[in-house]
């Protein structure tokens, strides 16, 4: 149990389908992040929300659009992606934007687009 | 800019072998911290180790080990006496200001996939 908990765990989806992934946290954090791990790559930071407010788009395309309604959940709104999408998506979170702070991930959402 | 390099893409040892993950960092703050995350197969980085940028001693916790260099902005990983459990994915993280230093950036490397084999 690692406190940021990720749905679904897989998706394939087709190039003109609309989907979403949720993450939620029980921990108490205030700042809430996507990621995107594509093979053999750093992790890509997508966004960053920081007391429900948006602070950082990392020039994500539009296709993916993100929602904060609280600062336990966050969601990544998928639709029209291209195969090169397909990758693990992370949700973190942490308790602030201190350069100290630590992480916390969760399982992450293994995207395949067809 | 901020950037961590991982050179090692992976690394098969033997159980009981000890092992050094390198990580290479760089930036231009004098204040940042580095970490290191693990990824086992279930997909979660499980946090690690955290240091600061103004503590050069290395830590040792259990069969792991870290040796922080600033001189040659290293700060490389060892476990002793490997276990199959120990397989996994391993991340340096480097956690410093952005350019405008209006936020925190945590800056990943590409990662060291480990695998140790019975």
């Known amino acids: 149990e690692t406190g940021v908990t990720q749905t679904p765990r897989h998706l394939v989806m087709g190039m003109t389908n609309k989907k979403s992934l949720k993450c939620e946290q029980h921990?108490?954090?205030?700042?809430m992040y996507w990621y995107k791990q594509s093979a053999k790559k750093p992790l890509e930071l997508m966004f960053v929300?920081?007391?429900?407010?948006?602070?950082e788009n990392n020039s994500v395309p539009s296709r993916f659009s993100p929602e904060c309604p609280n600062s336990s959940h966050l969601f990544l709104h998928l639709h029209t992606l291209q195969p090169e999408d397909s990758a693990l998506y992370l949700c973190?979170?942490?308790?602030?934007?201190?350069?100290?702070?630590?992480?916390?991930f969760g399982q992450g959402t293994r995207l395949t687009v067809v | 800019a901020q950037k961590v390099t991982q050179a090692q893409t992976e690394i098969s040892v033997v159980e009981k072998e000890d092992v050094t993950l390198d990580c290479v960092y760089e930036?231009?703050?004098?204040?940042?911290?580095l970490f290191w995350y693990k990824q086992p197969p279930s997909g979660e980085l499980v946090f690690l180790i955290r240091?600061?940028?103004?503590?050069?001693q290395n830590e040792i916790s259990g069969r792991y080990s870290w040796n922080f260099q600033k001189s040659t902005s290293s700060f490389n990983f060892t476990i002793t006496a490997s276990q199959v459990v120990d397989s996994a994915v391993y991340f340096c993280?480097?956690?410093?200001?952005?350019?405008?230093?209006?936020?925190?950036?945590?800056?990943f490397g590409s990662g060291t996939q480990l695998t140790v084999l019975p």
């Open positions: 973190a979170s942490s308790q602030d934007r201190g350069l100290d702070t630590e992480a916390f």
């Open positions: 921990l108490g954090h205030n700042a």
């Open positions: 929300y920081n007391f429900k407010e948006q602070t």
């Open positions: 930036t231009r703050d004098t204040t940042y911290y």
């Open positions: 240091r600061n940028s103004f503590d050069e």
């Open positions: 993280a480097l956690s410093a200001y952005n350019i405008s230093g209006s936020a925190r950036q945590l800056t």
